[in-house]
Structure formats: structure tokens, C-alpha cells
């Protein structure tokens, strides 16, 4: 069965750094996400991507963040300047048709992030 | 805006027994998809059973099912035979369009 691959599955960076979490969809999906989940607490939205655009993004998501699919596989996740806060798991998941609901998401494995 | 509850941070079953774990939403839409994911330790969040709120029938996916109350806005999650493997935490989802928006979490321990 098709999978969503995430790269790498644990980084360590310094606080201020930047960092580039990558991931690869189910190669026929549409519609792309990044999630994030502090240790413990529940799954949040950060962003969703169609058509090579940012198509909603949540609070969290400000400035220091930024989303690309730079070759039609990877979509990848880069945050600018980390803060010790940024310390997550971070979701890459994607979804096929019409994307209004019906398509379940399918998740990767995950990226652990954790800012020093 | 949506929201999504889960009353039970934490459950316990007895192998082979049965147990409901529940989830609350809010909406104003009336058509909507509500999903189950489970994520073991290894922290991978993996699709369990999904809803279709214009279906009046309730999902079944082998050992677990579902008890979907529209009115109610009441969504819950029945697993029965509970096996070890079952232990992790379970959140429940709404999905109107795009995002999916989860609840806060149910661990759920399996004793042998």
C-alpha cells in the first residue's frame, strides 16, 4: 500500500536555526498538510497546500514558517528561525479527490524536531 | 468555528472485553466526515474507521465500530475482543473540507 514518507525522522537543531523537514505524498494525492503534535498534547493543524498554493493555514503558522513542493513530489516544511516551543512531532499527510471531506488523510510517520 | 472533545484522556480494558471510547463535535454544517485515528508508541497516526454524517448507518471495521448520533453530535468509537495491540492513544477528527480538526486524546491501556 502506498505510503507517506517523511525525512528525517528525528532532527536536532539549536534554537534559531533553520530547518527543512521533508516529506513525499502518495504520489497520486492532491492535497497536502503539515500537522504538528507537542509531546502529549492534541494534533494541530498547521497548514494545507492544493494546486501549489497554500490553501488555509492556522494561527500557528506565521511568519517563521513557510511551505514548498519544489519538483511535484517532496513538500516540505521550512521553519526560518526555530524556538524552543517549535520542539514537536511534525505530521506531513495528503489526501486524494475532491478534497471536501470524504478522502481520509493519510499520515507519515512523522518528524521529531527538537530545538536546543 | 468546529470543535472536536474527548471527555476520557485516559481508559482501561481487559483483553478480550469491550470498550466505548467518546467524542463530542460541534458544527453548524450537516454534512461532515468524522474519522478514528489511532496512534500506538510509535507515534504514527493510523486511520481506524471513518463516518459519513449523510449515512444513518453506523461503520464497522472488523472489531470496531461505531455509535454516530447526528443529533446528538455524538461520534463514538467501540472496540470489542480488545487485543494488546489496541493500546494507544485514540483521537477522534471531524473533516468538513480540507483540514481535519482532532480531539484532544484518549489513551487507552489493554490489561492481559
Known amino acids: 500500500e502506498p505510503e507517506v514518507t517523511q525525512t528525517p525522522s528525528h532532527q536536532v537543531t539549536q534554537m534559531g536555526q533553520e530547518v527543512i523537514l521533508r516529506c513525499v505524498p502518495i504520489?497520486?494525492?492532491?492535497?497536502f498538510y503539515w500537522y504538528r503534535q507537542i509531546l502529549g498534547q492534541k494534533v494541530e493543524f498547521l497548514v494545507s497546500f492544493y494546486n501549489n498554493e497554500i490553501s488555509e493555514k492556522s494561527e500557528i503558522f506565521d511568519d517563521q514558517f513557510s511551505v514548498e513542493r519544489p519538483d511535484g513530489s517532496n513538500f516540505t516544511l521550512k521553519i526560518r528561525s526555530t524556538k524552543l516551543e517549535d520542539s514537536a512531532m511534525y505530521f506531513c499527510a495528503s489526501s486524494d479527490g475532491s478534497g471536501g471531506g470524504e478522502a481520509p488523510l493519510h499520515f507519515g510517520n512523522g518528524t521529531r524536531l527538537t530545538v536546543t | 468555528a468546529q470543535t472536536v472533545t474527548q471527555s476520557q484522556p485516559e481508559m482501561s480494558v481487559q483483553e478480550a472485553e469491550t470498550v466505548t471510547l467518546s467524542c463530542t463535535y460541534d458544527t453548524s454544517e450537516s454534512d461532515y466526515y468524522l474519522f478514528w485515528y489511532k496512534q500506538p508508541p510509535s507515534r504514527q497516526m493510523i486511520l481506524v474507521i471513518r463516518q459519513e454524517a449523510y449515512k444513518q448507518q453506523n461503520a464497522t471495521e472488523n472489531r470496531f465500530s461505531v455509535n454516530f448520533q447526528k443529533a446528538a453530535k455524538s461520534f463514538s468509537l467501540k472496540i470489542s475482543d480488545s487485543q494488546l495491540g489496541d493500546a494507544a492513544m485514540y483521537f477522534c477528527?471531524?473533516?468538513?473540507?480540507?483540514?481535519?480538526?482532532f480531539g484532544q486524546g484518549t489513551e487507552l491501556s489493554v490489561k492481559p
Open positions: 504520489s497520486n494525492h492532491l492535497y
Open positions: 477528527a471531524y473533516r468538513k473540507w480540507g483540514k481535519l480538526i
